[in-house]
């Protein structure tokens, strides 16, 4: 297995800092993606044929309407995306990546379109001079951290498979906006108004402030003629309008030329991106398939690892007291979050550079692994699990140390021929990498690859920067089916950074294990840890399950956990849909 060269430097700098990429981890872990931007209560939604399930009402109408014109679910997530990039730039766009899955009445198949890392850089990325790690925000913001996108290129691929209307006819109604001008939400502008870095682009800085420095306030027309003449170009020309050509050399130059924080992104780079159509990872729970995304997500294996964990451990006690998780329940779940985060931060990373433990991914899901986890779990808190040995594996991986992982935003499709997508796109950091080119933000996706290449003692973490590769996410689209059956149930998604993992495995666990619709599951607080504080959502949750939860050890956060679920639930006659209460999502269908 390969190591990491250490300079002196380097080596002291570890050892001092224990491999920890930032000063303080747990308040680290704690961050969330996006701010908080209200509450508004949700019903849900009843639908007859086919439902779509997106994170902005413009983009869930664009979507509609591709769908009422008989197009595919596939044909509307690609709309859906399109509108996404103007009305949600903070979130995702055509300057990022994403995961899609899609279910075409046989067959799950896995779309890959997650950046890579440009072909000049190495492990030594994101360390300073002095062989410190920089902090977050200095890594960001600029070009160092901008990886190739891939969202268009992988969307051009699956449409090329499961596209029913023409291409171009797919980005028209996101020209449109642009060109005629969209309503700032209040979302937007609350995100706006608390940003601090993207007024250093002066180009993002003339596009969503006033000549005041001030965001431009809900309900003003902002136009965007760029961005529609990149996407009519995209229309005419496909993918290779973005990565060739004109728009790429002026995104390679963006980058480069940052004043203070340049990265290395070449056209050799945009030109050769190449989506990849991987094996969708399904494990069986309750009397459910359940198909989430392959490394390098991690987040379905987390996911079936905390389902399949709490499978196996015993309990008696109901899980929901008086409409709340119940203080067995929250105890359970973070002790199980914790020990699949543990493997997670060991094991998984881009599976073309870092080989699955045992061989395959499905080691990590292993009833019998899953029993010897779960086993660990006792009547207090372990605070801080450890990594297991799925396969037996003698690992050569040093563990990840806890950073920032960021926003995204999530689509769920079933169209009227019983076809689905669960989509989930991103630009890392709210607003990216803040360098607007052409009308779209760049992603800042290579800061989700490890600060440190290596522990104090050189070896190598599995999630280190190298050229070409993908780094790990916590993107869960997923779908979920009948067993017995295989009919389609659900398709489920959120943004939220490492917290997507625990957002998707409650509405899993609301809907199918305790009984509740899609709304109530998406309603339900949010909890969970990523193997440090037991992380509560704030102003949820009576004092009385925090003190009890305190007494049986647990170190407890409570903060904003803002999720974005967006989920369609098949019921016996019809469709349901669900969009979080958290944020501006909406449901339509007919």
Request: contains cysteine.
């Amino acid at each position: 297995m390969p190591r990491i060269t250490l300079t002196p430097t380097l080596l002291a700098t570890l050892l001092a800092a224990g491999c920890t990429t930032f000063a303080d981890s747990s308040l680290q872990a704690t961050t969330q993606p996006e701010g908080a931007s209200g509450y508004a209560e949700k019903a849900g939604w009843a639908t007859r044929r086919y439902a779509i399930a997106t994170a902005n009402p413009l983009a869930t109408d664009a979507g509609y309407q591709i769908l009422k014109s008989g197009g595919s679910a596939l044909d509307a997530a690609i709309a859906v995306q399109m509108v996404l990039t103007l009305v949600e730039p903070q979130s995702s766009g055509i300057g990022g990546g994403a995961f899609l899955l899609h279910w075409d009445g046989r067959q799950v198949e896995a779309y890959d379109g997650r950046e890579t890392a440009p072909a000049g850089v190495d492990g030594t990325l994101f360390l300073a001079p002095d062989g410190k790690p920089l902090a977050f925000y200095a890594a960001v913001v600029g070009g160092r951290a901008v990886g190739t996108p891939g969202v268009v290129k992988m969307l051009e691929m699956a449409h090329r498979e499961h596209g029913k209307l023409p291409w171009a006819t797919l980005l028209q109604p996101a020209i449109d906006l642009a060109e005629n001008g969209f309503k700032v939400s209040p979302r937007l502008h609350t995100l706006l108004a608390g940003e601090t870095h993207l007024k250093t682009d002066p180009v993002a800085r003339y596009y969503f402030y006033d000549p005041d420095g001030k965001p431009w306030p809900v309900g003003h027309l902002l136009k965007n003629p760029q961005l529609a003449a990149v996407l009519k170009r995209i229309g005419a020309e496909g993918s290779s309008a973005l990565l060739t050509g004109g728009v790429a050399r002026d995104i390679v130059a963006k980058v480069r030329n940052h004043p203070t924080n340049p990265g290395s992104l070449s056209e050799q780079d945009l030109a050769a991106y190449q989506p990849k159509k991987r094996e969708a990872f399904c494990t069986l729970w309750l009397s459910y398939r359940v198909c989430g995304f392959p490394p390098p997500s991690s987040g379905a294996i987390a996911v079936a690892q905390i389902l399949g964990m709490l499978e196996y451990q015993p309990h008696s006690d109901p899980p929901l007291e008086n409409g709340l998780p119940s203080v067995d329940l929250l105890h359970r779940y973070t002790e199980a979050s914790r020990l699949a985060f543990a493997d997670r931060n060991q094991y998984v990373a881009d599976p073309d550079f870092v080989p699955a433990p045992g061989g395959t991914w499905m080691s990590m899901v292993d009833p019998a692994y899953l029993r010897q986890r779960a086993a660990l779990i006792g009547l207090r808190s372990m605070k801080t699990a450890q990594p297991g040995a799925p396969g037996l594996v003698n690992t050569a991986w040093a563990p990840q140390p806890e950073q920032i992982e960021q926003g995204t935003s999530h689509v769920s499709i079933i169209d009227a021929e019983g076809q689905s997508v669960a989509m989930t796109s991103s630009i890392e950091s709210a607003f990216g990498s803040r360098q607007m080119v052409r009308g779209f933000l760049l992603n800042n996706h290579l800061s989700d690859f490890s600060f440190v290449p290596a522990d104090a003692t050189g070896k190598p973490i599995a999630n280190r920067v190298e050229a070409g590769k993908r780094p790990r996410s916590s993107m869960s689209p997923t779908l979920v089916f009948d067993q017995a059956t295989g009919r389609l149930l659900m398709s489920v998604g959120s943004p939220g950074g490492a917290l997507i993992v625990h957002y998707t495995a409650k509405t899993l666990l609301g809907t199918l294990a305790w009984g509740l619709n899609v709304q109530e599951a998406i309603n339900l607080p949010n909890f969970g840890s990523v193997n440090g504080p037991t992380l509560l959502e704030a102003k949820r949750f009576p004092a009385t399950s925090v003190d009890a939860l305190k007494a049986r050890g647990h170190e407890i956060r409570e903060i904003p956990m803002v999720s974005g679920l967006q989920a369609v639930q098949r019921m016996p006659a019809s469709y349901f849909g669900g969009a979080d209460p958290r944020r501006e999502g909406e449901v339509m269908g007919e």
